[in-house]
């Protein structure tokens, strides 16, 4: 069955009592990213499972803890693993962490993941600022019966990442000397890793990073009308004229070997919000 509006009201309604305050900013990690935000001050943590309703990571990489906590004076949601489509979740049950943060009035979502890079300028161990994305995935979680109170039927994505965010993350990461790219995600639907001939394709759209997720988190993050902000730690490079093959292993260590990096980035942005 998939996720309805009553089984998100129930989760968050679980959860409410346990927050302190209102919640300045929901986050949601990546592939090897669970470690994302150690400097994060931690009040509690939960096991998805303890979630009534809530999915389960099947993926190794994905921890499945829901954490609350502060950091430069902000409270924080962070959502340690995330589902995907490929896992054979439904566009909605992928979704439904950002629909639990809608509904306990989470403003403001961070989104990150790992990504193959796509633009030959990138190396592994980069970290991408999304400026955009393209959906390949076939999938959309507003698609099926329309629920008002999430949001409208067609809501706009000309701004799906919001640009204030993303002039913060600019500042931040020049005053942490970070080395800041920019591009273009492209969301499919996995899991098999791209053949050359499909890398050379999404090259020719527009593509600078390719991946399996962020893309129904993000819709779902709009029709809520939340403020985005997306980071791809880019993993690996593919190149079609010199293919490599690559591991769920290798891409899971390229990411925990920059989380310094991506944690040091956050705090910066997360201090500099209002």
């Keep these: ?9 129930e989760t968050s309604a679980f959860i409410k009592p346990h927050l302190k305050t209102s919640v300045d900013i929901g986050f949601l990690t990546g592939t090897g990213l669970s470690e994302t935000l150690t400097s994060l001050d931690v009040i509690w943590k ?11 990571t099947t993926v190794e990489s994905h921890r499945g803890c829901l954490v609350y906590g502060t950091l430069a004076g902000k409270s924080l ?6 589902f995907h489509l490929y896992e ?10 950002v629909r639990v943060m809608q509904e306990l009035n989470i403003r403001t979502l961070i989104l990150s993941n790992a990504a193959g890079g796509i633009n030959l300028n990138y190396s592994a161990g980069d970290i991408m600022l999304i400026r955009d994305h393209i959906n390949l995935t076939g999938k959309n979680p507003l698609a099926g019966p329309e629920e008002p109170g999430w949001g ?5 994505m000309t701004r799906v990442y ?30 098999s ?41 880019i993993t690996n490079i593919n190149d079609p004229d010199a293919p490599e093959p ?24 997360i201090a500099r919000m209002a």
């Design 162 to 191: 919001d640009p204030h965010l993303m002039a913060l993350a600019r500042q931040a990461a020049a005053a942490s000397g970070i080395a800041l790219r920019e591009g273009i995600y492209t969301g499919l639907l996995g899991p």
């Design 77 to 82: 949601l962070v959502m340690q693993g995330r």
């Design 88 to 97: 054979g979740y439904t566009p909605r049950q992928v979704s439904f962490p």
């Design 193 to 233: 890793l791209e053949t050359p001939g499909e890398t050379r394709f999404l090259k020719a759209i527009g593509a600078d990073a390719v991946g399996f997720s962020t893309i129904m988190e993000a819709i779902a993050g709009v029709h809520a009308g939340m403020k985005i902000l997306g980071l791809s730690l």
């Design 46 to 56: 939960m096991d998805y499972s303890d979630l009534p309703h809530f999915p389960r």
């Design 1 to 9: 069955m998939d996720t309805t509006r009553q089984q998100v009201m």
């Design 246 to 269: 690559t591991t769920l292993e290798a891409v899971v260590d390229t990411a925990k070997k920059a989380s310094p990096k991506i944690n040091c980035l956050l705090g910066e942005i």
């Design 152 to 156: 409208i039927r067609f809501p706009d």
